[in-house]
């Protein structure tokens, strides 16, 4: 008997000393609310990873940690959303990864025009050692990398015509992202390239004061662009992987059990974000075609395209780390040989 009272005291100690660590654990994670911004409509798939991110948190700790989302840039562009997070007035956003070369010339490789043939390609580049190495670059700027989501290919819409060769480009007074290559990538292709956050877009289609921008599938219908453009073009001349990124006065205020879950949350919020993005490609090119006239672009006229912009490509490689870029090609290349 004496030997079973102190086996069940032995197993109550271990049981007290277990709960104990989860009460401790669960104490650890204070109440907080971040606020999250972002620039497309909650229910592009990129909203829809936000809200799945908030609730993941929420559930993981427990309800004490809360996210608050801001849709549909109404906190600004997105370079306007990466220096609030830089002062600490705003805690998370998700952007283009190119778009980050502005902190981190590096990130600029991402958004080489034509780089990646399937969204496999990429996934390769950002979740092996070249992902990893341009999120390190980020601890120095203020801003810490939790994960990379999807927004996808990226197509070329417009008022005028369709773009079906070379020559259609010209003149095109064509939105872009505020990013250099961007800029020196449609240049090369002899349109007229405009720099504007994305909150502006749907108002200078609207107003004529451009003709067009250059947005995935997704994007194009979330934000209802096909209200205020006739042709779509199916180019596919860039792949947008997106950051998710935290501020880091935020960072620093989490103690590590905070940390630990919102890792957590943001890895399971990537898979589910790119399963949706990957489901709402086609879809949305179906429901365009019912809007817009819709084109593909012949592999011979694209590789017209892809030669105008080689020396874009090239001037911009000079200036990167030259390790990673050969490392990033490396990665590519494996996934083209093992199809």
Request: proline share 4%; charged share 25%; net charge negative.
């Amino acid at each position: 008997m004496q030997k079973l009272m102190k086996t069940l005291l032995a197993g109550a100690c271990a049981t007290g000393l277990l709960l104990g660590s989860v009460v401790s654990h669960a104490e650890e994670v204070r109440e907080r609310t971040l606020r999250f911004a972002f620039q497309n409509v909650k229910e592009h798939p990129q909203g829809q990873g936000a809200q799945k991110f908030a609730d993941l948190l929420s559930e993981k700790s427990g309800g004490k940690l809360k996210v608050r989302l801001f849709p549909g840039g109404t906190l600004g562009g997105d370079v306007q959303t990466v220096s609030a997070l830089q002062g600490g007035t705003l805690d998370i956003t998700v952007l283009n990864s190119g778009i980050l070369a502005a902190q981190a010339a590096d990130y600029a490789m991402l958004d080489f025009p034509f780089l990646f043939n399937s969204v496999e390609e990429a996934h390769a580049v950002i979740d092996g050692p070249v992902g990893e190495k341009l999120a390190a670059q980020l601890d120095s700027k203020g801003l810490i990398g939790l994960g990379y989501w999807d927004l996808g290919f990226r197509h070329l819409s417009n008022s005028k015509r369709a773009v079906t060769k070379l020559e259609d480009m010209q003149g095109l007074k064509v939105r872009v992202i505020q990013s250099p290559i961007y800029l020196e990538t449609f240049s090369a292709l002899r349109a007229n390239p405009v720099p504007m956050a994305f909150p502006e877009v749907y108002t200078g289609l609207e107003q004529n004061t451009i003709d067009g921008q250059e947005n995935p599938f997704t994007v194009i219908e979330g934000n209802k662009f096909f209200e205020v453009q006739k042709y779509l073009s199916v180019t596919g001349h860039i792949f947008n992987p997106q950051s998710l990124i935290i501020s880091q006065k935020t960072w620093t205020r989490l103690n590590d059990d905070e940390k630990a879950l919102i890792r957590e949350a943001a890895s399971e919020a990537q898979k589910f974000q790119r399963e949706v993005t990957a489901a709402s490609m086609d879809k949305s090119r179906a429901a365009l075609e019912g809007e817009m006239a819709v084109n593909d672009i012949s592999p011979e006229e694209k590789d017209r395209f892809r030669e105008r912009v080689q020396p874009v490509i090239e001037k911009f490689s000079k200036d990167l780390n030259a390790d990673l870029v050969k490392m990033m090609y490396d990665e590519i290349a494996k996934v083209r040989a093992a199809q």
